[in-house]
């Protein structure tokens, strides 16, 4: 149990059993250890961790599994792109916590390695400065070993630095098994079994029979998630939080964890806190699928390190080139503050286009056949909210990673597990504490 109590929401009612099951009225509920709010890989993250643990989790999302940023990611796992300090120690932690994660299978997992090149002497010289402060692996490649490296890079490049940790997954695919594994390996079934589709309405519970001997009776979690369920407010028990309402009713738990990405902001507000989450957008080339693989790694301009540590609510953007395991080529990466603006913009599809082209001429010949857009969850200092709410208790975040969320999933799920467990996080939490913005900050 975590922040467990005898005494029910703040109604004045109160809670005729206590354990697994409680009556509130006449209508008999599940009581949970954590309510993660959020179906993204994130949030499957921390639903898993916790199972892992031993605790009895739900998960509430609005839509589908993956069915926002998760969804609209590249899938990057990276060390490459993050100044020394606090989240290149959170990403080191969750590069090899995904290394575990894919053993098994179950989701598209490539450790293939990242190369950032640079285009002048001065910025190379720059990277190199970079990598030595990082304390990561890395390798440097002169301008002549390019090639060995990726044949089809452009020539003329001053040379670059390869990262052999960097990795890429399929982040939708990724998050709907860690869902069905965090349960399948430490809970029971409560109800449908795992369905193909994700946005079905209906509560569904994932893992074995309560028969096979998994779940809360053997000190194991369990996972249950509730899909097409609007959070609208929170529960409290004087000023401790003790679930959430939704759209389709109350929902009951002994610790909240926010994990709507880009919307955790407005998840926040409900329960009286200020986040500062805003979302940023960015866009997505899909090229047609090639018959041989033209990229070997995840390639990318010095420009891209540049415009992820950037302020700025203004377009920029930067070339960032990968194949997939289908054959297909995804081209981005832009950045702005518009809101939840979906329009397609032809204008920075063009330049990302043409960024690609200058990178990889033989893209040149290649059509795209489709673009995407997502919304980054944008924090003001560029660092992710992990968790407790001091100013709510039993509330805790695990929100605003940015472009970072997929990379950062499991180091995130794993800490927060942690914590609600009364165990000491194995990294220091304080740089990513959720009270250090002011009402001011946005």
């Not at 040379?159 to 709907?176: E, I, K």
């Not at 369905?195 to 779940?215: A, K, L, S, T, V």
Request: with cysteine; proline share 6%.
């Amino acid at each position: 149990m975590v922040g467990a109590g005898p005494t029910g929401p703040a109604t004045g009612n109160r809670l005729l059993k206590t354990s697994r099951y409680v009556t509130y009225y006449w209508e008999e509920v599940v009581m949970s250890d954590v309510i993660v709010v959020g179906a993204g890989v994130v949030g499957a993250a921390c639903a898993y961790y916790a199972a892992r643990a031993g605790l009895d989790v739900t998960v509430v999302d609005r839509g589908p599994v993956a069915g926002g940023t998760t969804g609209s990611g590249e899938g990057n796992i990276l060390v490459s792109d993050k100044e020394p300090g606090p989240e290149l120690e959170l990403a080191v932690l969750s590069n090899r916590l995904w290394r575990t994660l894919a053993e098994p299978g179950g989701f598209e997992f490539e450790a293939k390695g990242g190369l950032v090149v640079a285009e002048t002497e001065d910025v190379q010289r720059q990277l190199t400065g970079l990598a030595a402060e990082q304390g990561v692996e890395y390798a440097l490649v002169g301008a002549s070993e390019l090639r060995d490296h990726e044949p089809h890079l452009a020539e003329g490049l001053a040379g670059g630095v390869y990262y052999p940790q960097d990795a890429q997954v399929q982040p939708m695919l990724a998050a709907a098994t860690l869902l069905r594994r965090g349960a399948g390996d430490y809970g029971h079934n409560y109800g449908h079994g795992y369905g193909d589709d994700y946005g079905d309405d209906n509560e569904r519970g994932y893992g074995r029979d309560n028969e096979r001997g998994h779940g809360r009776d053997n000190g194991h979690g369990t996972v249950r998630l509730r899909l097409g369920v609007e959070v609208t407010g929170f529960l409290r028990s004087g000023e401790r939080v003790t679930g959430v309402r939704t759209s389709q009713g109350d929902v009951l738990g002994d610790a909240v964890v926010n994990a709507a990405g880009t919307w955790g902001g407005q998840i926040a507000a409900l329960a009286g806190a200020h986040l500062p989450i805003l979302p940023r957008r960015g866009f997505i080339l899909v090229t047609q699928p090639l018959r041989e693989p033209l990229i070997r790694h995840k390639v990318y301009t010095a420009a891209y390190v540049t415009n992820v540590a950037s302020d700025s609510a203004g377009l920029e953007t930067s070339a960032v080139v990968e194949g997939t395991p289908a054959g297909t080529v995804l081209i981005g990466a832009s950045r702005e503050r518009v809101g939840f603006d979906r329009t397609t913009s032809v204008p920075v599809l063009s330049r990302l286009a043409a960024q690609a082209v200058a990178l990889f001429p033989a893209l040149r010949e290649v059509r795209a056949i489709r673009s995407y857009c997502g919304f980054r969850p944008y924090c003001p200092d560029h660092l992710p909210v992990i968790g407790a709410d001091p100013r709510v208790p039993g509330l805790y975040h695990a929100c605003g990673h940015e472009g970072a969320g997929i990379g950062l999933a499991p180091a995130t799920g794993h800490l927060l597990a942690q914590l609600l467990t009364g165990e000491q996080p194995d990294l220091d939490l304080t740089p990513f504490r959720p009270d250090r913005f002011t009402e001011e900050t946005s």
